[in-house]
Structure formats: C-alpha cells, structure tokens
T-cell receptor, first 113, second 116 residues
Framework: AQSVTQPDIHITVSEGASLELRCNYS??????LFWYVQSPGQGLQLLLK??????LVQGIKGFEAEFKRSQSSFNLRKPSVHWSDAAEYFC???????????FGAGTRLFVKA | GAVVSQHPSRVICKSGTSVKIECRSL??????MFWYRQFPKQSLMLMAT?????????EQGVEKDKFLINHASLTLSTLTVTSAHPEDSSFYIC????????????FGPGTRLTVT
C-alpha cells in the first residue's frame, strides 16, 4: 500500500544550523513527491516538488530535497535555518492514474535562538 | 499565481445548523478540487475529491449527506456541513489542481469551524 512516513514528530534546531527532515515513501511506481510547510492556523504552502529529472530539487526559501529511489526517501534540507522557518512540514506523495496524494504525519520544526 | 482562497476563515455556529465554506481558485481553472479535514496537531485527512460538473467522490467513512460538496464551476467549490455538531469542529482546508497529471495541489488558507 502507498504510504508516507515522517519518522520525526518534532525537531529542534538552533538558528543558523543546518536542517534535514526525513521522509520515506512506499509507492509502486515513480512517485510525484512534494514538501509543504504549514504555519499555525494556515493552509499549506508548496516548498518544492519532484516529478522527474534531476534528483536534487531546489525550492523556495532556500530549501532543497533529494530523491533517492534506492532508499525510497525524499529528505528536505536547508543549510542555515532562520527563526521564521519554525512551522509544520509535510511530505506528500502523489501519482498518476487516479492515485490520490497522501500526506505524511508531519514534522514540527522548532528553532531556538 | 496559483492562488486559492477560502471563505470564511473562521466560523462559529450552533449545533444543528448548517455551514457553507467556499473555495475559489483565483487565477487558474481548477479541474479538480479537494477537501481536507485537519485535527489539531495531525496531518490532513482527505474527505472528498470533486471535479467540475460531477458528483464528488468521498473517502471511506466520510458521510456524503453530512458533508455536501458542490463544484459548480472551474473556479468554485463549496463544502456544506449540514446539521453540524460539536464533533464536526475542525480545520477544513481545500486545495485545487489545474490538471490531472501533475497532482500538484494549491491549498487554501483553511477554515476554522467551531460548533457550539
């Protein structure tokens, strides 16, 4: 069955430190992969997406993610975290043929000064 | 581009009344719209998928008579919570997709529903 796993419920990093949020997926074909960010009481904003091609994807706000097929992973990274990055991050997988997008449980990022 | 709005952003209603939530794609035509429900500190739960001019497809366990979805045009979908009860209190988020291939969804800002 298709699924998305975000192993970390919450992560705390210091401002200026690097960040990596993990995402593993299970999908029978080449997936469409997404990372979204949600601030409290807000909808979701797309950070980046992977459909095909270069496995290292650049997104907005300085985020990037790398698709690793062998590990079924799509981890999100940022070299230097800002306090404004504190939010909830969701990884999602979608596909063709009527396959619905499935969201991970989310990872809450806390940024300390 | 790709902006989705929701109205209202917050609504409080009394138990037994109905509430309508609007979802609009402002600068693109949405072939498909999705309605999600999000409980506190949890992920999004897909409630239904709607295509313009067609009946919505509801996920298992979602009462179609309670959550009425209308996708009357390529830019507007509405979710009506009928005979609302306190357990319907939640954060409802819509999203819209311009095509069937990419499944790239653009999300609205959400509607906080509180049923008293």
């Amino acid at each position: 069955a298709q699924s998305v796993t975000q192993p970390d419920i919450h992560i705390t990093v210091s401002e200026g430190a690097s960040l990596e949020l993990r995402c593993n997926y299970s999908y029978g074909a080449t997936p469409y992969l997404f990372w979204y960010v949600q601030s409290p009481g807000q909808g979701l904003q797309l950070l980046l997406k992977y459909f095909s091609g270069d496995t290292l994807v650049q997104g907005i706000k300085g985020f990037e993610a790398e698709f690793k097929r062998s590990q079924s992973s799509f981890n999100l990274r940022k070299p230097s975290v800002h306090w404004s990055d504190a939010a909830e991050y969701f990884c999602a997988v979608g596909g063709t043929g009527g396959f619905k997008t499935i969201f991970g449980a989310g990872t809450r990022l806390f940024v300390k000064a | 581009g790709a902006v989705v709005s929701q109205h209202p952003s917050r609504v409080i209603c009394k138990s037994g009344t109905s509430v309508k939530i609007e979802c609009r794609s402002l600068d693109f035509q949405a072939t498909t719209m999705f309605w999600y429900r999000q409980f506190p500190k949890q992920s999004l739960m897909l409630m239904a998928t709607s295509n313009e001019g067609s009946k919505a497809t509801y996920e298992q366990g979602v009462e179609k008579d309670k959550f009425l979805i209308n996708h009357a045009s390529l830019t507007l979908s509405t979710l009506t919570v009928t005979s609302a009860h306190p357990e319907d209190s939640s954060f409802y988020i819509c999203s819209a997709s311009a095509g069937l291939v990419s499944y790239e969804q653009y999300f609205g800002p959400g509607t906080r529903l509180t049923v008293t």
